[in-house]
């Protein structure tokens, strides 16, 4: 049973956006990860992705194209990613924990391999980048088979056309990408992301969470004001890459200023 | 000479794949992320109407003919047949089109495209540079801006290349990334298609990518079988037995093969790079050393270790050096129609050194590949046998890399 629904809810009871929050897993290395994992949930992240490193992110700006690198450089194995949910899992019993990544390492065992290996491991939910909707056969079916869920992205790309087929099987929640492009770069303007939250929401009751681009608590808090969640990845990774062994404490109050701005955020647009 | 739209065919056709999901059996597909999904889905209907388009199709064939050169002769090497002493081996001469490859007549569809869709920059990745070459000139020819994407390993060993990129006008980016070859110069041209869909049109310069680009670019290149299919006819009053080319992404075997599928008593052998040999880590050869897997928007033959990262390919020819092999090419060796061959890097410098020689032909490394194959196979045929092999480049590009492996200094 996903814990992203009761994490969605719970930030929602307390009429602020989730904080969902990346990192790449096996950096700085694999024994690494978990002190960074903990930061993030001291500081105050609702929902956990973790990144499997790839050789070719090709979604993916340059933090976290090297974040990529070092993990696979420190020997990240995709046996080494399962170790860390499944101790991940062991601390954080109640924490949504959700894979992203690139579609050869999570098939390359076949997705039936996959989706049972990441349930095992305490894994509530699955974004794969290069897996659209057309191609849902490649990983969907097992998924759901093992209980997971399967979060879609959408991009201003999207057209109206075209969201139906990308909400078809979404589960855990709808994964706005705000800008075309690559992690970690530009940030969407503000208007435009409230306008396509707006259209979302209109045609899925799952929660929206917006990301890409989005740096700081300031840029947090405005999107939580309209949307469900709130995702940040490279600004996360470039502090693990600055502190390396000793990134727990930098990523704990940087997700801590982000978690406060979103506590807030709606208040002061009430005052 | 025409682009060969997809034939209705009979029910046991070879040559009506992909299916409408771009899927040539398990392999190919449209792996991208969401935010291409849509332009490539606006580029299968672009296509699927300039395949209606008669206006379309006289551009490009006019374009072919005037500006490309076409068509390429089929050239009976008589020496080198009489050398191998069996069947009689015809060359295909894709090495005399205009910018020395077949490349160029991909980039003229694909420009063609690009245009009725109202894009108006071009990017393309490139390994060796024949590509990014063919791209920038078809780019300098519509007066579009063009952006090459090339591993920095690359630029540094092919300035020849970048530097006539850069006279025909194009901005060569140096790709830092991964193993800085050609695989990461594909990775940055999606990553700056991805950020650039509204005015950008990615040529991609083999068959491979996502659908429908597998199926175009075929398309494209088949010109290259049609003529050689008409000109073996008049020449001989028959098919060949057997056809062999080089396989990297496999656009120009493809472009030879797929008018003859359906002619079951054509043999046909694709050929890959197996550099340093098979039993080492450092090969190309996809199919032979590879399983199926995803990457760059398709399904196929992958090097890669158990995990699924992706493992560096090598070979002596730049353009052969990619971790993948086309979808189609895929399929075809599953379901047995094409076999697959390595050829070694010393086999292919060999048969480099043998075309100079014996036909006055200074071959692409590519396309020696291919000519080792044949040198392995036609010694055992009957005389009144007919090979054709595609001569799918010039060499004129590599003789800075032959020089090296022969110890010579220029």
């Given at each position: 049973m996903s814990r992203l629904p009761a994490a969605f809810a719970r930030a929602a009871s307390q009429d602020r956006a989730a904080l969902v929050t990346f990192v790449t897993a096996g950096d700085p290395s694999p024994q690494g990860t978990a002190a960074v994992l903990d930061a993030l949930v001291a500081g105050g992240a609702d929902v956990i992705e973790l990144g499997m490193p790839f050789t070719d992110p090709m979604a993916d700006g340059p933090a976290?194209?090297?974040?990529?690198?070092?993990?696979?450089?420190?020997?990240?194995?995709?046996a080494a990613i399962l170790d860390i949910a499944r101790d991940f899992r062991a601390r954080h019993p109640e924490v949504p924990l959700v894979l992203m990544g690139y579609a050869n390492p999570m098939v390359r065992r076949g997705p039936d391999w996959f989706a049972a290996a990441a349930r095992d491991a305490g894994v509530d939910g699955v974004i794969c980048v290069d897996i659209p909707s057309e191609e849902d056969d490649a990983l969907g079916p097992a998924l759901r088979t093992a209980g997971i869920d399967l979060i879609r992205l959408a991009t201003p790309t999207t057209d109206v056309a075209r969201l139906p087929a990308?909400?078809?099987?979404?589960?855990?929640?709808l994964?706005?990408?705000?800008?075309?492009g690559i992690t970690g770069l530009q940030q969407a303007a503000q208007a435009s992301v409230e306008a396509a939250v707006a259209h979302l929401k209109a045609a899925t009751t799952l929660p929206v969470a917006v990301g890409f681009g989005v740096r700081t608590p300031e840029q947090a808090g405005a999107i939580g004001r309209v949307a469900d969640g709130v995702v940040v990845g490279s600004a996360i990774v470039e502090l693990v890459e600055a502190h390396g062994a000793d990134a727990a404490g930098p990523v704990r109050d940087y997700v801590g200023s982000l978690a406060t701005a979103l506590a807030t955020a709606r208040k002061e647009l009430a005052a | 000479m025409t682009v060969q739209s997809t034939p209705a065919g009979s029910a046991n056709s070879l040559r009506t794949q992909p299916d409408e999901r771009g899927h040539f059996g398990q392999f190919g597909g449209r792996y991208v992320a969401e935010t291409l999904m849509p332009l490539i889905l606006d580029l299968e209907r672009e296509y699927r109407a300039a395949q209606q388009d008669p206006a379309f199709q006289a551009e490009f064939d006019y374009l072919l003919k005037q500006y490309v050169g076409r068509p390429s002769p089929l050239y009976f090497a008589e020496r080198l047949t009489e050398e191998l002493g069996g069947a009689k081996v015809y060359l295909k001469r894709e090495e005399l089109n205009h910018t020395g490859a077949h490349k160029i007549n991909n980039c003229i569809g694909q420009i063609l495209l690009a245009r009725r869709m109202g894009k108006t920059r071009i990017i393309a990745e490139t390994g060796a540079g024949q590509h990014g070459v063919a791209t920038a000139t078809v780019a300098a020819l519509f007066g579009l801006p063009c952006t090459i994407f090339m591993g920095a390993v690359d630029v540094a060993r092919q300035q020849p290349n970048v530097f006539r990129m850069k006279l025909l006008g194009a901005e060569v980016r140096?790709?830092?990334?991964?193993?800085?070859?050609?695989?990461?110069?594909?990775?940055?041209?999606?990553r700056d298609w991805v950020a650039n869909v509204h005015d950008t049109f990615y040529i991609i310069g083999t068959v491979a990518g996502p659908h429908p680009y597998p199926e175009l670019v075929r398309d494209f290149q088949s010109v290259i079988g049609n003529e050689a299919r008409a000109q073996i006819l008049e020449a001989e009053g028959r098919l060949p037995d057997m056809l062999i080319a080089p396989v990297g992404g496999g656009s120009n075997a493809i472009g030879l093969f797929h008018p003859f599928l359906d002619d079951r008593q054509v043999e046909i052998?694709?050929?890959?790079a197996a550099g340093e040999g098979l039993d080492t880590v450092r090969h190309a050869a996809s199919i032979a050393g590879g399983v199926p897997g995803v990457l760059h928007g398709n399904r196929t033959f992958l090097l890669q270790d158990e995990d699924g990262q992706i493992t560096e390919a090598h070979s002596i020819s730049a353009g052969l050096d990619y971790p993948g092999i086309g979808p189609e090419h895929a399929w075809l060796h599953d379901i047995g129609r094409v076999r697959y061959e390595p050829a070694t890097d010393a086999e292919a410098l060999a048969s480099f050194q043998r075309l100079c020689k014996l036909e006055g032909i200074i071959p692409a490394l590519e396309s020696a590949h291919a000519l080792a194959v044949a040198e392995r196979i036609v010694p055992g045929m009957a005389k009144d046998k007919i090979v054709i092999v595609n001569l799918s480049g010039r060499g004129d590009k590599d003789i800075f890399t032959v020089a090296q492996a022969l110890g010579v200094e220029l």
């Open positions: 976290i194209q090297r974040a990529n690198l070092r993990a696979l450089g420190s020997g990240t194995t995709t990308v909400l078809e099987n979404a589960s855990g929640f994964y706005y990408v705000s800008v075309a | 140096a790709v830092e990334s991964g193993a800085k070859t050609l695989k990461d110069a594909m990775n940055e041209a999606l052998v694709g050929v890959e």
